[in-house]
């Protein structure tokens, strides 16, 4: 999960960073609902997703180690 995240996240960069780096020629700005709805709002979604998914699956890895750490501290204690 965490390297689709990932990738997802290099995507939307590659997809929207040449647009800005070209001062954004092709997107209309002047609608209240094409920028802020269109560009903004959805395409954040694109951002925040995928950083919930690599929180939420790095939690899950922390809580894998820490059970297989308290699992190997009872074996040494036997």
């Known amino acids: 999960m965490i390297v689709v ?3 997802e996240l ?3 960069f590659i997809t929207f960073c040449p647009e800005w780096l070209t001062a954004n020629h ?3 700005t002047s609608n209240f609902m094409y920028k802020w709805v269109y560009l ?3 395409n ?3 951002v925040f997703i ?3 998914v690599m929180w939420v699956a ?3 890895i922390n809580d894998a180690f820490a059970v ?3 699992a190997s501290a009872s074996r040494k204690t036997r």
């Open 5 to 7: 995240a990932t990738m």
């Open 44 to 46: 954040m979604l694109w």
């Open 68 to 70: 297989r750490q308290r």
């Open 26 to 28: 092709n997107l209309d």
């Open 58 to 60: 790095v939690r899950d």
């Open 40 to 42: 903004v709002f959805f």
């Open 50 to 52: 995928p950083l919930y």
């Open 10 to 12: 290099y995507g939307g």
